[in-house]
């Protein structure tokens, strides 16, 4: 049954169109989040600093000191030439093409600067991680980027034109347009480009994330429609109810009652995603009712669920599953009987406990239990599950919404 049904979800999620990694989608009934993931891949793929199989082989080149600076040395006379334009807006006087010492000392220039940009990029990875604080690295990368670009123009553009090119007279507006060029371009561009990638990897993240949460609930309200309309739960159900036509009939027509109800809100709850508290708590004494008749009242299930709790929500058929899973992996006899609390004190928690009598003999699990109610609730809240098992108790506490 498992295989099947885990086969039949997977065609099911090929047929919508949804292929894992390029998050690709031709059709779904809520396509929205897809189809914004799938275009802010097409945008990351257009930029420059997209991380990747291209980011891959742009840190295989700038990792190696001889072609970086390579690269670095090429970009310096485009990157002078610009500026001169820049100049001639101002002066009308002022010659495009410039002596060679010029050019030399731009790509010294942006050598040193970009050099000290990027150990000061690997610096604040270190202590200042874009994860941690995002506006508050784009701050301070900032802030000490431009302290250190007009440090280094101060430091290498004057002497230069001082000794090197033999400048007479230094016009200090030229220095503060060279200096908010080479602030603009090698501390503002990249930080808030370096920003801008950063929102919106954690946006496609989100989106992606968002978009798992989706079919892994679709999944788990497969699975667990399919496990609630069990036949081995049915056919127990139906021996334990021709025995009770014998022996009592009043507590026959009591259990089909109780069955019917069960049966009942499973159909009438399968699509919900929330229920009032209420209506499970409900649900679940019919549920216990049965059990409790099949297993000859060795099963104890103690509810302690104060009246200002059944407005809070929850998932629909959780407590049964864990319930379920209780019973499931521990012996239930007349020597041990397994005793079940179901309780929620107010600290926006309902826990489900039980003492701890593990069966000897293997029990094979169906991969749906605790793993896909952590998923469920992943997706319903930031809240989550609460796993404790110690040497006599094991505890699951789920989050009421």
Aim: proline share 4%.
């Amino acid at each position: 049954m498992m295989k099947a049904s885990s086969h039949h979800f997977r065609t099911e999620t090929e047929n919508a169109g949804i292929r894992s990694g390029a998050f690709q989608l031709q059709y779904s009934e809520s396509n929205g989040p897809a189809l914004l993931i799938r275009f802010t891949e097409i945008i990351t793929d257009l930029l420059p600093l997209r991380t990747g199989r291209y980011n891959n082989m742009v840190k295989g080149i700038v990792n190696r000191l001889i072609p970086r600076l390579l690269i670095l040395i090429a970009a310096s006379f485009p990157l002078k030439l610009l500026l001169d334009l820049i100049f001639r807006l101002f002066y009308r006087n002022h010659e495009i093409l410039r002596p060679a010492e010029e050019y030399l000392g731009a790509a010294l220039l942006t050598l040193c600067t970009l050099e000290t940009v990027r150990l000061m990029k690997k610096q604040l990875e270190r202590f200042h991680p874009w994860e941690k604080s995002p506006l508050r690295r784009l701050f301070i990368e900032i802030a000490i980027g431009s302290f250190l670009i007009t440090f280094l123009i101060v430091a290498i553009n004057l002497p230069l034109k001082i000794y090197l090119l033999e400048v007479q007279f230094i016009q200090l507006s030229d220095e503060i347009i060279t200096t908010l060029y080479y602030l603009f371009l090698f501390a503002l561009i990249p930080a808030f480009v370096e920003f801008a990638l950063f929102l919106l990897k954690r946006w496609r993240d989100g989106l992606a994330e968002m978009e798992r949460f989706r079919k892994e609930n679709a999944e788990y309200r497969f699975e667990t429609l399919r496990t609630q309309v069990n036949p081995h739960f049915l056919f127990n159900s139906l021996n334990t109810l021709s025995s009770l036509m014998y022996e009592d009939r009043d507590k026959a027509a009591g259990f089909i009652r109780d069955l019917s109800d069960v049966y009942r809100y499973v159909l009438d709850n399968r699509n919900k995603e929330l229920i009032p508290l209420s209506d499970e708590l409900k649900f679940i004494r019919s549920f216990v009712y049965l059990y409790q008749l099949r297993f000859d009242n060795k099963l104890e299930v103690v509810f302690d669920v104060p009246e200002d709790q059944n407005v809070r929500l929850i998932a629909p058929m959780t407590l049964q599953l864990l319930i379920e899973n209780a019973v499931k992996h521990n012996i239930v006899s007349a020597r041990k009987p397994l005793t079940i609390r179901i309780d929620a004190t107010g600290s926006g928690y309902i826990a489900v406990s039980n003492n701890l009598q593990k069966k000897t003999n293997g029990v094979v699990s169906s991969g749906i239990g605790l793993a896909n109610i952590s998923s469920r609730y992943g997706f319903l809240t930031d809240k989550p599950v609460e796993v404790i098992e110690s040497e006599t108790e094991f505890i699951v506490k789920v989050p009421l919404i």
